[in-house]
């Protein structure tokens, strides 16, 4: 409706400042209803809205605006009674009061389980629940003497502790007999359990962090957390879960926490401080599970708006967008009283109208050009930390082929890595940067440790104030081992590597093999801990496919999965979360092939159709970060494909590049959000990831270059290679067939 301001209106402040009065112009019609707004024509609805307004309130500080908005539109709540009921018993710490019949009302994402439990079931729950309130232990004597001696009376720990244990005695029979229920009651069944794991293991910390009480806490973990883990690995076994840790990983970490002191700067991934922040974090945990109609997800709204803005810049798909704003929204950091505009790092976006593209376009120019290499890099590799560069070039006058970069002191030779007779295809560095593994032409991998001391060399005398290159030796060399059906009887050839990631797997790293085969060999004892192609033929019989010929793997970095792009034209994609710990395997030997406890299975197979040169997988911006399930694979004759290799589609494709002969290795880049890749061109592809449109084609390495020095050998043109600097991500660098290195760096328009 018009209105204007009152020019003979108004009011003044106590500071004498006046303030218009707004006069509404008199109708000439009906005052406008909400139907005449036409909102019951929207697609949205209205009470959605309102709990997203509501929480938002909430979480912008305004806890009267929100309550009155509630009350104004009928009492509609952001969460449901039961759900209130269980965080507020987290947050208070009254985890004594939480149990089974509490649960299995919670509206979850995949149905409560109070729908499939039977009426044996129901009556027994309500047993429990009567139970629960008292504070003496009932039950077996014997577990009620050794909680009566370790608890005293006055606590609340020993009714938690009964409570539980009562609702083992429930769930246990469930467990047993889940091979009678149906997938919708497995997976209500399997969440229930998981909000209890988390639970059971926020009292573990509890006990252990703020009760300093470290005999109470391997009580209970012994004899209660323990068994709730069997009860959940049981149903892994008929379900797949989203918590980020497996049983045997999340058993391990509490149990590490018992040989670690309280202080330990070690223990910040699992405690973060203080008791309310760790409780804040289980709330989110569980808010998982929640159906979002029942509980708004954090940050929802601002998470809508985020995602308006990333359509608005979508809309210029000739330009990069460099500061594309996260889904996961932090409200602490990205929240503010005005209101107006939604902030990403420096960025800051108007609400109130569209908004124009801010994206700019971006160059990449050549920084330095490495020289030192005398024949065809074939192979090239940033340390996870940024500070180092690998090459392998295809050297036959030496056996020094890999040389060490320091990337921090102008790109210096730092190591010469010595003894590799063959040409090297592939190197990978360990997730802590210091050891590298090299993999030869030939059956024998070599493992060196950068940092150790070795022979003088020149090959910095051009640099001011040169920093001292060292020629190296291997620390570690071996073979898979002696195997018929390979030629001339020799091991299987070693042609890809790639390193586990987190404390489980720490010193592991697969290794594969066109002799089908991948082997997972540790450091640390210097021995092979498992074979993955007798594993598979064990585990599915004789009759089954051969294991593949295996040109690329990677291990993503969960350690969850291990990824291998086979020369049949299909990249298969192994579960290897189950290997068992170094020093409960022995080395593979010819009459010992069966591990214990060792399993393996394959997940997934994409089938490509086509000859693939190289796959890689998106980078970890932190360590033991896992970026989602894409995999890029490089496709002969001139396209890269992205797949979802969980969900098992096709997710982009990029075209321009060739590959029709040769090797060509590409990579994500400018965290994740660009693909670049050599070409036989001798030019650099770069695309936008999302879009699939190429942002820039670089002329790399397509001229060529004379040796010398009285030879007539020449240089090709491949771009072989190119590789993104994880921690740096403004410079990259690619290597071709005229023996030179180019480091580029990315400038902003």
């Known amino acids: 409706m018009p209105v204007?301001?009152?020019?003979?209106?108004?009011?003044?402040?106590r500071e004498g400042v006046f303030i218009p009065a707004y006069q509404h112009r008199p109708p000439r019609s009906p005052p406008m209803s909400n139907e005449d707004l036409e909102f019951s024509r929207s697609p949205f609805d209205k009470v959605q809205l309102t709990k997203l307004l509501i929480d938002t309130l909430h979480e912008m500080g305004y806890p009267e605006s929100a309550v009155s908005l509630q009350k104004e539109s009928g009492g509609i709540e952001v969460e449901s009674g039961s759900i209130q009921m269980l965080f507020s018993a987290i947050k208070h710490g009254q985890f004594e009061v939480i149990d089974l019949r509490m649960l299995v009302n919670l509206p979850l994402r995949r149905e409560n389980l109070q729908a499939w439990l039977s009426h044996e079931d129901l009556s027994l729950s309500q047993e429990i629940d009567t139970h629960s309130s008292e504070t003496t232990v009932r039950g077996d004597e014997e577990n009620a003497m050794k909680i009566d001696n370790i608890?005293?009376?006055?606590?609340?720990?020993?009714?938690?502790f009964n409570t539980m244990q009562q609702e083992l005695s429930v769930l246990e029979p469930l467990v047993q007999r889940m091979a009678d229920f149906d997938v919708r009651a497995l997976k209500s069944l399997l969440d229930t359990v998981e909000i209890l794991v988390l639970i059971n293991k926020q009292v573990f910390l509890e006990l252990m962090f703020e009760q300093q009480d470290s005999s109470l806490a391997v009580f209970f973990l012994r004899a209660i957390f323990r068994k709730f883990i069997q009860l959940w690995e049981s149903l892994l076994m008929y379900q797949e879960s989203s918590y980020a840790l497996t049983p045997d990983a999340l058993l391990k970490q509490m149990t590490s926490i018992l040989t670690f002191p309280l202080d330990s700067g070690q223990l910040c991934d699992v405690w973060p401080g203080n008791v309310e922040k760790s409780r804040e974090l289980l709330i989110r945990s569980i808010s998982k599970y929640i159906d979002p109609n029942d509980l708004v997800p954090r940050g929802r709204l601002l998470t809508l708006l985020s995602q308006a803005i990333k359509y608005q810049n979508s809309q210029d798909v000739l330009n990069f967008d460099d500061d594309d704003y996260d889904d996961d929204v932090d409200n602490n950091n990205n929240s503010n009283n005005s209101g107006h505009s939604v902030r990403s790092g420096s960025r800051h976006y108007n609400l109130l109208q569209d908004n124009s593209s801010t994206s700019h376009r971006i160059s990449f120019d050549t920084e330095k050009m490495l020289t030192q290499n005398a024949d065809e890099i074939w192979y090239l590799e940033f340390s996870p930390d940024g500070k180092y560069l690998a090459s392998a070039s295809a050297d036959s006058l030496t056996d020094r082929k890999v040389?060490?970069?320091?990337?921090?002191?102008d790109f210096q030779v730092y190591k010469v890595l010595g003894g590799n007779d063959q040409c090297v295809l592939y190197l990978s560095f360990s997730p802590d940067s210091r050891y590298l593994v090299s993999c030869p032409f030939n059956e024998e991998a070599k493992v060196y440790d950068i940092h150790q001391k070795g022979e003088p060399t020149d090959l910095n005398q051009d640099f001011e104030g040169a920093l001292v290159a060292e020629i190296i030796q291997p620390c570690d060399s071996f073979k898979i081992y002696e195997a018929e059906g390979t030629p001339n009887g020799n091991s299987p050839r070693i042609w890809c590597c790639s390193w586990f990631h987190t404390e489980w797997n720490r010193g592991r790293f697969a290794l594969g093999s066109p002799d089908r085969d991948v082997i997972v060999y540790d450091i640390t004892t210097k021995t092979i801990l498992c074979k993955l192609s007798q594993l598979m033929s064990s585990t599915t019989g004789a009759s089954q496919e051969q294991f593949p010929r295996v040109h690329d793997l990677k291990i993503t970095h969960d350690d969850k999965y291990l990824i291998v792009m086979a020369h049949e034209f299909f990249v298969d994609t192994y579960d290897v979360s189950q290997l068992p710990a170094v020093h409960s395997v022995e080395s593979i030997t010819d009459t010992n092939l069966d591990i214990p406890g060792c399993r393996v299975s394959k997940v997934s197979r994409l089938n490509v159709g086509k000859r693939m040169t190289c796959l890689t997988i998106p980078q970890a911006k932190t360590f033991c970060e896992s970026n989602d399930s894409l995999v890029l694979i490089n496709v002969q004759p001139h396209e890269l494909q992205l797949w979802?290799?969980?969900?098992?589609?096709?997710?982009q494709k990029y075209y321009g590049q060739r590959q029709l002969q040769f090797i060509i290795r590409s990579c994500f880049g400018y965290d994740n959000k660009l693909v670049a890749s050599g070409s036989e061109d001798g030019k650099i592809y770069i695309w936008d990831r999302y879009h699939g449109n190429i942002v820039s084609v670089l002329s790399g390495h397509e001229t060529e270059r004379s040796l010398g020095r009285g030879t007539t050998k020449t240089f090709g043109r491949n771009c072989n290679i190119v590789v993104w600097n994880p921690v740096n991500k403004k410079i990259f660098a690619s290597g071709g067939d005229d023996g030179l290195i180019k480091i580029w760096r990315v400038v902003r328009g």
């Open 151 to 160: 608890i005293s009376r006055n606590t609340n720990w020993n009714r938690f």
């Open 403 to 409: 040389l060490i970069y320091d990337v921090e002191r």
């Open 4 to 13: 204007e301001f009152g020019s003979s209106k108004g009011s003044l402040t």
């Open 644 to 651: 979802d290799f969980k969900e098992q589609i096709l997710v």
